[in-house]
């Protein structure tokens, strides 16, 4: 970070009052800290206690009443390496995403040449409000990154999600970036996630109930180790926003096999969560099926196997990982599978398990490797299962 100009943007929430200790180790880290204020956010904390912190003047009008000096947004923003707005209100992230300009601060967002990363702070109502949700999707096309607001207790004294992401946080999140700039050869990994959904006609699918939480959790788990992610998803309910992350969404068996076909050859490791439907529709309808008959039946033929083509397609230094899930003889045919699959690893879950399955928060899994290693792990969050999974990676000869 030593070096790096950081733009820090206040708006006038509440958590305004953390930017004090935001600003503190963004300096002890060796950045650069200049800030524009909004002017309600001045009510939450002092522009005297910000211009001391960041060492340098706050700039809050496009100009100075007293001096007549007039603020060049245009030169801040050339200034920046990156804009960080934290905290930013459900009312300017509403502004930003429609271009509206009505104060210096968003002035020079319209102004930046160079990323600007958003941290939304406010109460739970308004963190789930349509309207929020699609000036968030809005900022994400126009290029912005979001650190999302975290759960906990909200300065209404309601519970829930719409608090700022912590000083820490934050700070790890710009380094990261800043690293993610700097060091393009760090390892980039694979994950696939999700169900697959394969269409009958243009209404219907057949899919599963995998919700993609595991390989999500994963991907977070390589993230926060330095590492680039692409994240081949099918249909989730999930969101997840990182510098070093690029996610590729999918439908069908045969749309994943192509996203991961063209990434494989710049990743290292191949993880293969997905929950991949086996067989496929073979014939799609144009039209919307009509319930004339009595029965129907539908023709499948068999997917290809992702998982397997990674593998037979793989040079010495990649590493394979897939997953099984067992009802019986759970050990013995995870095994066969990692020897038939040629893979490196293999995460057994088994649906005997209590607490392991697709739409659950926990998993409780068994790693087999090549070498015949056998692991047993208890149940865990699936954050926590993710963790022990990518050490074992790691670890693997
Ligand atoms: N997999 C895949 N592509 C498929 C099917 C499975 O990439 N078309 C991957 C999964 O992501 C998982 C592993 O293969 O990592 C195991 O999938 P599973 O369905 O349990 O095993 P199969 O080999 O399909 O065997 P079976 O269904 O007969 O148990």
């Excluded at 000036?135 to 126009?142: G, Q």
């Excluded at 309808?285 to 397997?308: C, F, G, H, S």
Aim: glycine share 6%; charged share 20%.
């Amino acid at each position: 970070m030593h070096g790096k100009r950081i733009l820090l943007g206040i708006t006038g929430g509440i958590a305004a009052y953390k930017i004090a200790y935001l600003i503190r180790i963004l300096k002890k880290l060796g950045a650069e800290v200049k800030c524009i204020m909004t002017p309600a956010s001045s009510d939450f904390i002092s522009p005297l206690v910000v211009s001391t912190l960041s060492q340098n003047p706050v700039h809050i009008e496009f100009w100075n009443k007293q001096t007549g000096v007039w603020t060049n947004h245009v030169e801040l923003a050339l200034w920046a390496d990156v804009f960080v707005i934290a905290p930013a209100t459900a009312n300017s992230i509403a502004k930003m995403a429609n271009g509206l300009c009505d104060n210096l601060l968003l002035a020079t967002y319209l102004s930046m040449k160079t990323k600007t990363i958003v941290c939304p702070a406010m109460d739970l109502d308004m963190y789930q409000h349509p309207s929020f949700k699609r000036n968030v999707a809005t900022l994400f096309s126009d290029g912005v990154l979001v650190i999302p607001a975290t759960k906990g207790e909200l300065a209404s004294g309601l519970e829930g999600e719409g608090r700022m992401e912590e000083p820490e946080v934050i700070a790890a999140y710009l380094s990261n970036y800043f690293n993610s700039q700097t060091n393009k050869s760090a390892e980039t990994v694979l994950i696939t996630a999700g169900p697959t959904y394969e269409a009958i006609d243009p209404v219907r699918f057949i899919g599963n109930h995998s919700s993609g939480k595991m390989g999500f959790a994963l991907a977070e788990s390589c993230l926060k180790r330095g590492m680039n992610v692409i994240l081949v998803s099918g249909p989730t309910q999930l969101e997840l926003h990182h510098p070093n992350l690029e996610i590729i969404a999918v439908k069908s068996a045969e749309q994943m096999l192509k996203a991961v076909s063209v990434n494989w050859d710049n990743c290292s490791i191949g993880i293969f969560a997905a929950a991949v439907a086996d067989y496929r529709p073979v014939n799609q309808e144009a039209q919307k099926i009509k319930k004339k008959e009595e029965t129907l039946t539908l023709e499948l033929v068999k997917n290809p196997d992702i998982l397997r083509w990674a593998s037979e397609n793989r040079n010495n230094a990649q590493k394979v990982i897939g997953f099984a899930l067992e009802t019986n003889n759970a050990e013995e045919n995870a095994l066969l599978k990692l020897n038939a699959k040629n893979l490196d690893m293999i995460v057994l879950n088994t649906l005997e398990n209590k607490g392991a399955g697709f739409q659950g928060d926990t998993n409780k899994i068994t790693i087999l490797d090549k070498s015949n290693a056998i692991k047993e792990f208890d149940l865990k969050s699936k954050t926590a299962v993710a963790e022990d999974i990518i050490e074992s990676i790691l670890s693997l000869k």
